[in-house]
Nanobody, 127 residues
């Protein structure tokens, strides 16, 4: 499995920006589609954004479209999530994840497809 470690979470005010990072090690990072998910206490983990293994395909949840940008630097084995115009509803624990299957062209929003997960990073947004 690929090991994933998120960083960059914190406490911000509504309207501020944050950039989350996810450092990968283990299996070859470059051949796996990656995703960001978030989860609030007592709720199911929900899709935020995904990116194909080459970076050419991306997908976003409607709630973050236009505000969040997912990207990856395969030379650094790192996944990013740039979050702008943060709102209190964006406050959650954010997780990065790697697709279980290599070289998948299409990205997916389904939690079950992702086989490797990080430990999560907390994002708190004050109003």
């Amino acid at each position: 499995q690929v090991q994933l470690v998120e960083s960059g979470g914190g406490l911000v005010q509504a309207g501020d920006s944050l950039r989350l990072s996810c450092a990968a090690s283990g299996r070859t990072f470059t051949i796996y589609a990656m995703g960001w998910f978030r989860q609030a206490p007592g709720k199911e983990r929900e899709f935020v954004a995904a990116i194909g293994y080459s970076g050419g395909v991306t997908a976003y949840a409607d709630s973050v479209k236009g505000r969040f940008t997912i990207s990856r630097d395969n030379a650094k084995n790192t996944l990013y999530l740039q979050m702008n115009a943060l709102q209190p509803d964006d406050a959650d624990v954010y997780y990065c994840a790697a697709d279980s299957t290599p070289c998948v062209v299409e990205v997916t929003t389904s939690v079950s497809v992702y086989g490797s997960w990080g430990q999560g990073t907390q994002v708190t947004v004050s109003s």
